[in-house]
């Protein structure tokens, strides 16, 4: 683990800010890969410090899986088993198993991806708790920040959750 410095503290606290403003600019209800992944790197450095492993220790990585990842599944998985199973089952099998693949297909294009991937509305929830972790440890006084530096920390932080809270509620507003 590491130590917290402030310089980090205010860094963080500017990329919270940052964070927000981008994830404003995606579709709430759908997965955005990139963006996953930079949030599962940002989520594993902020691990790694002492002072915020209360709060975001139990913050979970996302999962960068998209709808068309699925589908694309199995659709892999129906060849494989049809060139596997093609004398077992016979015509009809393989006939119920093109069915059941190609049902599966569509049953997953209108699935929520939110049932099994992170979505940018999710994204914005985990970086909502990771500002409150670092709203209460600003609040808490353990930084020892100047004021000055103790205010700007307090804005970025402050348009944060706002941005976020925003977007949450947009998303749900539909």
């Not at 940002?42 to 709808?67: E, F, N």
């Not at 009809?92 to 209108?110: C, K």
Request: aromatic share 10%; glycine share 4%; proline share 2%.
């Amino acid at each position: 683990m590491a130590e917290l410095t402030r310089k980090e503290f205010y860094e963080l606290a500017d990329q919270c800010r940052e964070r927000a403003l981008e994830l404003a600019l995606f579709d709430q209800n759908r997965v955005n890969r990139k963006q996953c992944r930079q949030f599962n790197e940002w989520l594993a450095r902020l691990k790694t410090y002492d002072q915020l492993a209360p709060g975001v220790h139990d913050i979970s990585a996302a999962r960068p899986i998209t709808r068309y990842d699925l589908m694309a599944a199995v659709v892999v998985l129906w060849i494989v088993s049809l060139f596997l199973l093609r004398e077992e089952l016979g015509t009809g099998g393989n006939r119920f198993l093109g069915f059941a693949a190609w049902g599966l297909v569509v049953l997953l294009y209108f699935l929520p991806e939110s049932l099994y991937a992170t979505t940018v509305e999710l994204l914005e929830a985990k970086v909502l708790r990771v500002v409150e972790t670092l709203e209460a440890l600003l609040i808490s006084q353990e930084m020892e920040v100047t004021e000055a530096v103790f205010f700007k920390i307090k804005e970025n932080l402050s348009t944060a959750r706002r941005e976020l809270r925003q977007q949450i509620h947009l998303a749900h507003s539909r």
